[in-house]
């Protein structure tokens, strides 16, 4: 049971910290999206990178203690080469810029369901909220998916929206799982 609370705390305290990122970062293009969208790659693929080094050093420092699983130097690698190649071409990344945030977004979207639905199993009445907040995310990611292709700076605007609602959302579900006692 310690190791899954290790694991748990962990992943609480890094998901706390992106969504703070996203929402600022949502917050950025929704108020500048034609002069951001270029440099929205650039910065998507240096926090690719500090997310790896993060992911790495994460895995290095606690590869020892009890718990610790090789999902977190997986995923420190994964972004790694994403971010190394949404470095080297910024264009071509950014033209899928809406898709990729929009895929982001639905699997973010599928774990808030999951933890809406824990919530709800161990009998808190506030599933019902992260549920609904869930669903919407899930929706808003589908729509950056299948409709961004039809005016750009709009779509970045939207990205900006769904950017801040589920760094928002996140956050608020997270304080849910906080107050569960988990």
Request: overall charge positive; glycine content about 10%; hydrophobic content about 60%.
């Amino acid at each position: 049971m310690d190791k899954l609370k290790f694991r748990f705390e962990r992943f609480n305290k890094n998901n706390v910290l992106l969504s703070i990122l996203m929402a600022v970062l949502g917050l950025v293009l929704f108020i500048w999206p034609g002069q951001t969208l270029a440099v929205a790659g650039r910065i998507l693929g240096i926090a690719l990178l500090v997310g790896a080094a993060v992911s790495g050093f994460t895995w290095y420092k606690d590869r020892n203690k009890p718990g610790t699983s090789y999902t977190t130097l997986a995923i420190g690698i994964l972004c790694l080469v994403v971010g190394l190649i949404v470095l080297i071409a910024p264009k071509g990344v950014v033209a899928l810029l809406p898709r990729l945030v929009g895929v982001f977004i639905v699997v973010n979207g599928v774990i808030n369901l999951a933890q809406a639905l824990e919530l709800r199993n161990v009998g808190l009445s506030s599933w019902t909220g992260s549920l609904v907040m869930a669903i919407l995310t899930i929706l808003a990611g589908a729509f950056l998916v299948f409709f961004a292709s039809t005016v750009v700076d709009a779509v970045v605007m939207v990205i900006g929206g769904v950017l801040i609602y589920n760094g928002v959302s996140n956050i608020w579900i997270e304080s849910r799982f906080k107050k569960m006692g988990r």
